[in-house]
């Protein structure tokens, strides 16, 4: 399968949502100027256009993805002559602004462990792996919902090594690619920044076994009650970042 360009479809950019090594994001409006429907979505702006194989893989790899828990990818499309991502917008906070403004208790650290534990699995069972599993890859919507972002890119053998180094597993310096128990790992670390503890001096857990083979997942599941306490604090969050503006 290889994405067409879509040409029937007119993008207003509105809002700056983040920059990454490959692109920046931005909030717009999808117009199809076929049916006339219109669609908040985000846009995923590659800063070179001469990377386009690499992002028509990234795409194929984000499309098998049936996932609750990751965000989905609509289209493939030129933004200004540029190939861009067209994805879901989510209406949330990232998690790392989420331990910026808040002090989570453990049954809410729990709720969110098992929501990208759940993520994780979907992409395992697509065939891929996140590969740079942070907080800052993560999302929370008004929910509770978690979103899971930004895995497509490290399942492509480039050599290059895309990883936030203070999630990443050990065996991603020493030439080994990225696969789920490297995710496994980046979640026990995700475990000790949610309850701010040292990452430098913590026990090992089933998560952060150093032999991945050891590595397993957690008998946990989202609860309801707590995935609403979750979105209550993502709403407030963003009400009060609504007021400063």
């Given at each position: 399968f290889r994405p067409m360009w879509t040409r029937q479809v007119r993008l207003l950019i509105q809002?700056?949502?983040?920059e990454g090594q490959q692109g920046t994001v931005f909030k717009a409006l999808r117009r199809d100027s076929l049916t006339g429907l219109r669609q908040v979505v985000a846009v995923k702006i590659l800063h070179s256009k001469t990377a386009v194989d690499l992002w028509q893989k990234e795409f194929e790899s984000l499309n098998r993805v049936r996932s609750a828990y990751c965000v989905q990818v609509l289209s493939f499309e030129r933004v200004?002559?540029?190939?861009a991502l067209i994805l879901e917008f989510v209406d949330g906070v990232s998690l790392s602004r989420?331990?910026?403004?808040?002090?989570l208790e453990e049954t809410l650290v729990s709720e969110i462990l098992a929501q990208v534990q759940s993520g994780l699995e979907d992409l395992r069972s697509a065939g891929l792996f996140h590969g740079d599993l942070s907080p800052r890859n993560i999302l929370i919507d008004r929910s509770g919902g978690i979103r899971l972002l930004d895995f497509g890119l490290a399942n492509q053998a480039s050599g290059l090594l895309r990883v936030t180094p203070?999630?990443?597993?050990?065996?991603?310096?020493?030439g080994h690619g990225g696969n789920y128990q490297a995710d496994l790992f980046s979640l026990g670390r995700i475990e000790q920044f949610l309850q701010r503890a040292d990452l430098s001096n913590c026990p090992l857990n089933n998560y952060l076994h150093f032999e991945p083979s050891k590595r397993t997942r957690r008998p946990i599941k989202s609860h309801v009650l707590y995935r609403e306490k979750l979105g209550q604090?993502?709403?407030?969050?963003?009400?009060?970042?609504?007021?400063?503006?």
């Open positions: 809002d700056k949502l983040g200004r002559g540029v190939p989420l331990v910026e403004c808040a002090e203070e999630f990443a597993a050990p065996e991603c310096f020493h604090l993502i709403r407030q969050i963003q009400t009060r970042e609504n007021r400063l503006r």
